[in-house]
């Protein structure tokens, strides 16, 4: 079963920047679309960016709220995702996680995430 390792996450002033890194287990995972969701307390899980299979320009998706602000990227030697972060808002505080979409459900079980805090 594939897992995923978030990391890269932090503490940034509001108009700053975060890279965010997501390392998968899996052999096929160039295979495979890659998202980033994420969950703010009180909040269900949201979906951020999703970049689809087939090397490093397979097509994106964003949630409206982070378009033209967040960039989502994968290196397949790696079988890393990145998800770039920049012009944060306070409103982007959540703990970020990353998993494979299949359908309506998932790939991988959710790992740790990694914590992002905007300060206003």
């Known amino acids: 079963q594939v897992q995923f390792v978030e990391s890269g996450g932090g503490l940034v002033q509001a108009g700053g920047s975060l890279r965010l890194s997501c390392a998968a287990s899996?052999?096929?995972?160039?295979?495979?679309?890659i998202g980033w969701y994420r969950q703010a307390p009180g909040n269900g899980r949201e979906m951020v960016a999703v970049?689809?299979?087939?090397?490093?320009?397979?097509?994106?998706n964003y949630a409206d709220s982070v378009k033209g602000r967040f960039t989502i990227s994968r290196d397949n030697a790696k079988n890393t995702v990145y998800l770039q972060m920049n012009s944060l808002k306070p409103e982007d505080t959540a703990v970020y996680y990353c998993n494979s979409p299949n359908g309506l459900r998932f790939r991988g079980p959710w790992g740790q995430g990694t914590q992002v805090t905007v300060s206003s």
């Open positions: 899996s052999s096929t995972f160039s295979m495979n679309a």
């Open positions: 970049i689809s299979s087939g090397g490093s320009g397979g097509s994106t």
